[in-house]
């Protein structure tokens, strides 16, 4: 799991915080309505795989009317198979669409042809799961890495959203909602996501600013905050992912599966930032800036005093696992041929 060499304490005081932040909410209590995607039109981009593919089922077996979109009609068809064996109900709409997502104007085709079933109109909530990663050394990088890097961090996700947005404000739908795929990265980074981590922060930026715009428009925004998940994009990332970076993330990931359960139940409940494990909660309760609080106040102020102290001991321990990887990484560049062998 990401970040998984953290210190948060002893397992019995984890495990008594978390059973306070559990009684507190019984005591509390959760009064408004909860979000309920049955037999509401759910568009999911990067619907074909991964965690996308398993948003767009678990939004079917909640009875949803379920759009997917992505480039490959193969891996569509597929996907669209798989959607059809979980429906529970002979009226749902469940269908696929084949557009690359990287432009604003292939975004707003695909949307176009998504809504065309619905007479048009906008999406009851829309979740952005496309993109990817290539993580590197930023001296590795070029001008067309860099900018493919803003492309499947952010821009996959930014263009889709405007024309939602868009769609909301002309026809005046209340009550959408947009869903975001951010990560860790969003919150902080370390060495080897100079093409990665700046997206996801400029996504994280988008979801706050768009808080506040969409009350204009009676509509709602989230932000999943994904840690590492074993998907077929992850295997792809590993390609490149440097052996530093790989070492403070750790091995450990979320299956696809669970990340979708937990975004589900993040949207479900009305969460600005959602969450996808206590690390990620960690980081959102002490960097969240000035995103709305969990419902359990309790539990927010138990994270933070966790962090005050965790998150200076996880930066030390990254930035010492750095600078023992000098001499390494001075090897690794000379092998590379981006420097001269030294003379000493």
């Known amino acids: 799991m990401l970040f998984s060499s953290i210190s948060v304490g002893t397992t019995e005081v984890v495990l008594f915080t978390i059973g306070i932040a559990a ?49 490959d009609e193969e891996k569509l068809r597929k996907a669209h198979q798989l959607l059809e064996s979980h429906r529970v109900s002979p009226e749902q709409k469940l269908n696929w669409y084949s557009y690359g997502l990287n432009t604003a ?20 909530a829309s979740f952005l799961c496309a993109g990817s990663s290539a993580p590197g050394f930023f001296v590795e990088q070029t001008e067309e890495m860099l900018l493919k890097g803003m492309e499947n961090g952010y821009w996959v996700q930014a263009w889709s959203a405007l024309e939602i947005v868009k769609a909301m404000a002309r026809q005046g739908k209340k009550g959408c909602r947009i869903i975001f795929v951010g990560s860790v990265l ?38 999943y905050v994904a840690t590492t998940m074993n998907t077929p994009g992850y295997e792809q990332e590993m390609k490149t992912k440097p052996k530093i970076t790989a070492k403070i993330e750790g091995e450990d990931g979320l299956s696809p599966t669970v990340a979708a359960t937990q975004l589900i139940k993040g949207v479900e409940a009305g969460k600005c930032h959602i969450e996808s494990d206590l690390i990620s909660d960690l980081f959102r309760a002490n960097t969240r800036g000035a995103a709305p609080y969990h419902s359990n106040v ?17 930066r030390w321990g990254a930035d010492s696992d750095v600078v023992r990887h000098k001499e390494e990484h001075q090897r690794y560049l000379v092998e590379r041929g981006f420097k001269p062998p030294s003379d000493d």
């Open 23 to 71: 009684l507190t909410t019984a005591v509390m209590g959760i009064f408004g309505k909860k979000w309920n995607p049955r037999g509401k039109h759910c568009y999911v981009t990067g619907g074909s795989t991964g965690l996308g593919l398993q948003v767009a089922i678990q939004l079917t077996q909640k009875g949803g009317n379920v759009s997917i979109v992505a480039r």
């Open 105 to 124: 104007s292939a975004s707003a085709a695909a949307l176009e042809a998504a809504t065309a079933p619905y007479g048009g109109a906008c999406p009851d």
């Open 186 to 223: 969003s919150y902080l980074s370390f060495v080897g996501w100079t093409s990665y981590s700046p997206a996801k922060h400029a996504l994280r930026g988008l979801v706050d600013t768009l808080r506040s715009e969409l009350l204009l428009y009676s509509g709602y925004v989230h932000l």
């Open 298 to 314: 309790i539990w927010e102020l138990i994270l933070m005093v966790i962090g005050w102290v965790g998150i200076p001991i996880f």
